[in-house]
């Protein structure tokens, strides 16, 4: 099995540290508000990374995050530490306490991981649970002198780190920052580069999450939420970790350099997977340009939620994927066809049902084969789709395909064991063409019925007539 490494920046053949076992850690969402289809296509590639190596026999403990406290919102204008806090904006929003928006969102991005059917994490740990082990870690990191103060914050200073050997910014070039692009930079910070480990609460207003710590009432920095949840339950070093290309710059750089620094230990993860954006109509997705499509965006538009998972399918990871409503109902489309087919293999002919020549036998394993590789070559999605579909195309035996079916879907995560027919959509049109089609043929209008016929071929869908009248299924 091979990933591309962000920390080495090339595709490494993945040996774990401990194999079978992996620990694994993806970046969860800041619970302030609905998970955008941008963060939910992460969330999936890190689903679909768990398959794989369950798939190649690998023991995987899945840790994934929820931000609950501390992420601020100058996140988004340069500057992780300054701005408000997430949460405690939402909280004013929406009229609500801060811990209530917590729950509220928390619990929507859990029904998500079901509505797209990922694999639920072993364990996913709330920063509001873990203050504790935040505050710990970073007294450690004072203790070793790589810590300063200032008015606002405990900061964790890059220099020093640096003067101790370590290399910082290793995923970016954070080296080459420069500070206050779009927010007020603080004077008091020694270095551009160093970033809060714990925020003071102001002194004019309460905030509604803040905890006593050894240097006074506040909160923890954002960045050091993962350091010290990763390593409680995965160590101090652990195999993979996941996460969008939006934290490449400064969130995953600050993580090693903290965690690295407390611990002693390098390297802190031995590789780093990062997924591409999710651009809109070829633009960038944002809640201030009213496309930051959510699942119930999803929904509303009658969409299933496994279409856009299917949707996520055709784009490969590293390559930024251009979301449009055309391109989810094309998916859509495609995921319908699959579940007619597997509904049809799940009942084969008399005709079908027969021993497996030697030259079949080859054919299944080279499918298996190919998919295989595929999927263990920095997951290639994309060309595991199209291996599919040409397996399901071809002459082998339909118990075979099935099971080709079966076993694909244990990486794609498409439920095809579990579909019924209520789940496979014939469109309208569709439809009305082979009613008309019946009509020509009860008036012995074959020319026009044929006609028909054939139109619906080029839309993809074989008509089988029969003698209670007339079925429809996708073209194989």
């Known amino acids: 099995m091979k990933l591309y490494n962000s920390l080495s ?129 970073i007294q450690k990191l004072e203790e070793k002198g790589f810590t300063y103060k200032t008015q606002d914050a405990i900061y964790f200073d890059t220099q020093a780190y640096e003067a101790k050997g370590f290399k910082y910014g290793q995923l970016s070039e954070l080296d080459q920052i420069k500070e206050g692009v779009r927010v007020e930079s603080n004077p008091e910070k020694k270095d551009p580069r160093d970033f809060a480990l714990w925020k003071f609460s102001p002194t004019d207003t309460k905030r509604q999450m803040e905890w006593e710590s050894p240097w006074g009432v506040g909160f923890p920095g954002w960045h050091i939420e993962c350091s010290a949840m990763s390593t409680k339950y995965l160590g101090d070093q652990f195999d993979v970790h996941v996460g969008g ?36 109509d070829g633009g960038r ?102 291996i599919m579909w040409d397996m399901v195309k071809s002459n082998i035996p339909s118990e075979d395909k099935l099971d080709l079916l079966y076993l694909f879907d244990e990486v794609f995560g498409l439920n095809m064991r579990n579909i019924n027919i209520e789940e496979v959509k014939i469109p309208q049109k569709v439809i009305d063409l082979a009613q008309k089609r019946e009509t020509f043929r009860r008036e012995n209008n074959f020319g026009k019925a044929d006609e028909i016929r054939i139109q619906l071929q080029q839309m993809g869908w074989e008509i089988i007539d029969g003698q209670d009248g007339f079925q429809l299924k996708p073209v194989a």
């Open 285 to 386: 997705m944002g809640k201030s340009l009213g496309n930051a499509y959510t699942l119930w965006d999803v929904a509303e538009k009658g969409f299933g939620y496994l279409s856009l998972r299917y949707f996520y399918l055709t784009g490969h990871y590293r390559k930024p994927l251009n979301f449009t409503w055309e391109a989810l109902a094309a998916s859509e489309k495609s995921l319908e066809r699959l579940r007619s087919i597997v509904l049809d293999l799940k009942n084969p002919s008399a005709s079908e049902r027969k021993q497996l020549s030697q030259d079949k036998l080859e054919k299944v394993d080279g499918y298996r084969s190919e998919f295989l590789k595929a999927v263990n070559n920095d997951l290639n999605m994309p060309q595991a789709l199209a």
């Open 9 to 137: 920046k090339k595709i490494e053949e993945f040996k774990p540290l401990n194999p079978p076992k992996v620990g694994m850690y993806t970046c969860g969402p800041t619970v302030y508000d609905y998970v955008s289809i941008g963060n939910w296509r992460t969330y999936t590639l890190g689903d679909f990374l768990l398959r794989t190596m369950k798939l190649n026999g690998y023991d995987v403990t899945y840790v994934m995050n929820i931000t609950d406290v501390g992420h601020l919102t100058g996140d988004n204008e340069g500057d992780a530490d300054q701005g408000q806090d997430r949460m405690e904006k939402a909280a004013k929003r929406e009229n609500k306490s801060a811990w209530e928006i917590a729950d509220f969102y928390a619990s929507d991005f859990m029904e998500g991981l079901e509505k797209l059917n990922l694999i639920r994490p072993n364990i996913i740990p709330k920063a509001t649970n873990h203050i504790a082990e935040q505050i710990s870690m």
């Open 245 to 280: 290309e939006d934290l490449r710059s400064t969130h995953h750089p600050n993580e090693i350099a903290q965690s690295e620094a407390a611990t002693g230990k390098k390297p802190f993860v031995k590789y780093w997977v990062h997924g591409a954006f999710l651009t809109v």
